[in-house]
């Protein structure tokens, strides 16, 4: 009835590509915007950031970076947790080495650096492709963990190898260290979640979007109608280390404050963003934060349910949570294959006949 | 309409339920996962003494004690949101993981809730000077390594010259804490050091344990947590490693690390900050008030282990910091500061254990503005696989301070400056 394009008419190019073209979507994400940035940041507090808001942005942006190279280009990647340690790591060394420079750019250079590794590490993916290249990945995560670990440059020859982030501000307002206000932290990972998701859409729209979808769809066709595998797939591997490099950064500087490779980057973080970005849907932006809102906010739910309401013993309540987690999974990837954003996609079908579905 | 109602119940759910008692002291325990053998036990017997406190005494000063429990599967991320979870009103936390206790470290200042890693965590917070909020006594981890040298120093009538030592550690902060202390000793005393890192969860060893039957060192040291130190006397019982020349430190050195490896555990020593066993009059009380009223903790098979003594003991020191708090600020109704400045001024002297029930148990105590670690003593004692039991075999020896001090001045000093902290107590 009121979700159609009937009666929406567009009058320019621009208009009939934007990126909701149908005029209640586009409400939808304008309302989305306003309560993110108008509302959220006056009501947030300690614990609804620490335990919901924070990870749910950092995860949604390492899920949209590993969307891009798994769900567009189809290039199965286990080296998430490896990747965001390089984003942690050269965080770190570029806050202790220049501390007159914002934390916003030591965050994007640390991206780019993670893009440079990532270009590194994506290079067996122009030989081998599917398993072979997710067991490559793999000793990618396994050798940045490593790395970060035995040498002890990068965590500046602390006793303990952790990495802990000095107080650092954006405008005169901290925002990394402990004397932070929770609506500033909350803003700049917003921030960051938001021109990261605008520039992975308009990516995925444009030319680099259809070039990867050809390699993933059929690598040989591709490169007849003249696609080159070689640049389509290392700037997938760039751009998404690129998003995976700042979700490390952020996950280190201001969210956890210190952290230690091997417990915060290890093969676990690489599945669990793998996880979400196949149950939120493979090829969406939507989805990449679908996933990381289920996988986030699902666990906290359960445990708040059956230890805060419940009442429930805590141990039996994280064997359950797991279980749970683990039934719905299935039950997700049974009912529907291509993960929450489909549904969503065939939630919004509906809507535009309802309610007259002939 | 619906969605209203999803998003109603959502932030319900989600807000949690702060804690409305009058003195809160959280517990982030970890009976799941990896580190749940070592964690159930702990955490049994921290709720279990305030439990006893709050039935026989009716709490600390008139005051009941209320104890939200949080899991945190020994993860930091979960550690973090448990923290936030029931900070409200908290006025210590005792989190029994040091990568935890990195976290917490920036945050307990700014929230005004002190920190007790009770033998455990950042080693240099012993310098009150620059570590106002946090708080490490009896002892650490550098107390710890250097106790564990100056006992093999007596075994070799004084001198390491030429001796080879290994530390098999958990590859993460906890297990790196003692490799400057040993690298200061090695030079001290002309052994041979090596290192030998584990990861999580640490079930994996067999590399680690053949380099060590290659290597043939004289002397090997653990410091595991979890899982990761079953694996490891089972590996060294494998590789034929003469256990009685492996010391763990107090976390690599609970029933549930060596029943596993059964007989061939037997002569594996570790460290002690406390005394094993139930032979203490407190049980007596916890037997009347907690046990026997069904109010134990968890599953109630835990009593006389090592970690559930631990436990005991960390919760015994916190009800008596709370006593003098109150004492101090003359309120039965402490805060966090409060509760920071009784911790300050405690002194856990023989007579006052005796009374509480615990003689013998572990050595006196004297915490002051500038020496936030105790006085770091440890003991040596023995697992005997036949009668399932730690036998002491040493009483309680002092840290070797020339080595262990001008370290912990230079980190905590590092710290101040990273951090810009301004020097106390003057």
Redesign the interface.
């Known amino acids: 009835m009121f979700y159609r394009e009937a009666g929406d008419f567009k009058t320019s190019y621009a208009e009939d590509n934007q990126t909701f073209p149908i005029k209640f979507d586009r409400y939808r994400y304008y309302f989305v915007l306003l309560v993110a940035f108008g509302i959220v940041p006056f009501v947030v507090n300690?614990?609804?950031?620490?335990?919901?808001l924070l990870?749910f942005l950092i995860y949604a942006i390492a899920a949209i970076g590993l969307n891009l190279l798994v769900g567009y280009c189809g290039q199965v990647s286990l080296g998430t947790g490896g990747f965001m340690a390089v984003g942690a790591y050269s965080c770190y060394k570029l806050m202790t080495s220049f501390p007159d420079v914002s934390i916003l750019i030591h965050v994007v250079l640390a991206g780019a650096i993670t893009a440079a590794i990532g270009m590194l590490f994506g290079l067996p993916s122009l030989r081998i492709k599917g398993f072979y290249l997710a067991v490559a990945t793999l000793a990618a995560q396994f050798f940045l963990v490593w790395l970060f670990?035995r040498v002890p440059w990068f965590y500046n020859y602390s006793?303990?190898?952790?990495i802990?982030a000095?107080?650092r501000t954006v405008f005169g307002v901290p925002v990394t260290?402990?004397?932070t206000s929770p609506w500033a932290v909350y803003l700049v990972c917003l921030v960051f979640l938001t021109i990261s998701a605008i520039i992975a859409r308009n990516l995925t729209r444009g030319m680099a979007g259809r070039k990867w979808m050809a390699i993933r769809d059929m690598d040989i066709a591709a490169e007849i109608i003249g696609v080159d595998p070689l640049r389509a797939k290392l700037s997938a591997f760039a751009v998404s280390s690129f998003f995976i490099g700042i979700s490390g950064a952020l996950f280190f500087a201001v969210y956890?404050?210190?952290?230690?490779v091997?417990?915060?980057f290890?093969i676990t973080k690489s599945f669990l963003v793998l996880f979400m970005v196949i149950i939120g849907g493979l090829g969406s932006i939507f989805g990449s934060f679908a996933g990381a809102a289920f996988l986030v906010?699902l666990p906290?739910?359960l445990?708040?349910?059956l230890?805060?309401?419940l009442g429930w013993?805590?141990?039996l309540?994280?064997?359950l949570e797991l279980i749970i987690i683990g039934a719905l999974i299935i039950v997700f990837l049974v009912a529907e294959p291509h993960g929450l954003a489909q549904l969503w996609r065939m939630a919004k079908e509906k809507l535009r006949l309802w309610p007259f579905p002939h | 309409m619906k969605t209203k109602l999803m998003t109603c119940l959502?932030s319900a759910?989600?807000?949690?339920?702060p804690a409305l008692a009058e003195l809160t002291i959280p517990l982030l325990?970890f009976?799941?996962g990896p580190y749940?053998a070592n964690g159930?036990p702990n955490a049994d017997g921290y709720s279990d003494y305030f439990t006893l406190i709050n039935e026989r005494d009716g709490g600390i000063g008139g005051i009941k004690i209320d104890m939200p429990?949080?899991?945190t599967?020994y993860?930091?991320?979960k550690g973090?949101?448990c923290y936030?979870?029931t900070?409200e009103g908290a006025i210590l936390y005792q989190p029994v993981s040091?990568?935890l206790n990195?976290?917490l470290?920036?945050?307990a200042?700014?929230d005004e809730i002190p920190i007790h890693s009770i033998g455990h965590g950042?080693?240099s917070v012993a310098n009150g000077k620059v570590f106002e909020w946090i708080f490490n006594y009896p002892t650490n981890y550098w107390a710890g390594a250097s106790i564990a040298v100056k006992y093999l120093l007596e075994e070799n009538g004084g001198s390491l010259e030429g001796k080879k030592i290994s530390l098999v550690y958990h590859?993460?902060?906890f297990g790196?804490?003692p490799?400057?202390t040993m690298e200061k000793l090695a030079q001290k005393h002309g052994f041979d050091f090596s290192t030998l890192?584990v990861?999580?969860p640490g079930q994996e060893q067999k590399s680690q344990w053949l380099q060590i039957r290659r290597e043939k060192p004289d002397y090997v040291l653990l410091w595991g947590w979890g899982v990761m130190n079953q694996v490891a006397i089972q590996e060294a019982a494998n590789v034929r490693f003469p256990l009685e020349n492996m010391i763990g430190v107090w976390w690599s050195g609970s029933e549930s690390d060596v029943l596993p490896a059964g007989e061939s555990s037997d002569g594996y020593k570790a460290l002690a900050m406390h005394a094993p066993g139930s032979n203490f009059d407190v049980y007596k009380d916890l037997k009347t008030y907690v046990y026997d009223r069904g109010l134990a903790a968890?599953n109630g098979d835990q009593m006389g282990t090592v970690l559930y003594n631990r436990g005991l003991y960390s919760a015994m020191l916190a009800v008596e910091a709370v006593k003098k708090a109150q004492d101090i600020h003359g309120t039965s109704q402490v805060t966090g500061p409060m509760v920071r400045d009784g911790m300050e001024a405690l002194e856990i002297t023989e007579e006052k254990m005796v009374g509480l029930g615990f003689a013998n148990f572990a050595p006196e105590i004297k915490v002051t503005c500038t020496n936030h670690g105790g006085q770091g003593l440890a003991a040596v004692r023995q697992w005997n696989a036949e009668t399932k039991s730690w036998n002491m075999l040493t009483d309680f020896i002092a840290p070797d301070s020339d080595v262990v001090d001008p370290l912990i001045i230079e980190?905590s000093e590092a710290y101040a400056a990273?951090?810009s902290i301004e020097p106390r107590c003057n």
Do not use: F, M
């Open positions: 300690d614990y609804w950031l620490n335990a919901v990870p670990n006793a303990s190898g952790q802990s000095p107080e260290g402990a004397e956890l404050g210190a952290v230690e091997g417990e915060s290890g906010l906290v739910l445990k708040n349910l230890v805060g309401s013993p805590t141990d309540a994280a064997h | 959502l759910l989600l807000a949690g339920s325990s009976r799941t749940a159930i429990e949080c899991e599967g993860s930091t991320e973090v949101e936030e979870a900070k040091t990568g990195y976290q470290i920036p945050k200042g700014v950042r080693t590859n993460s902060s790196k804490e490799i400057t890192a990861d999580h968890g980190d990273e951090a």
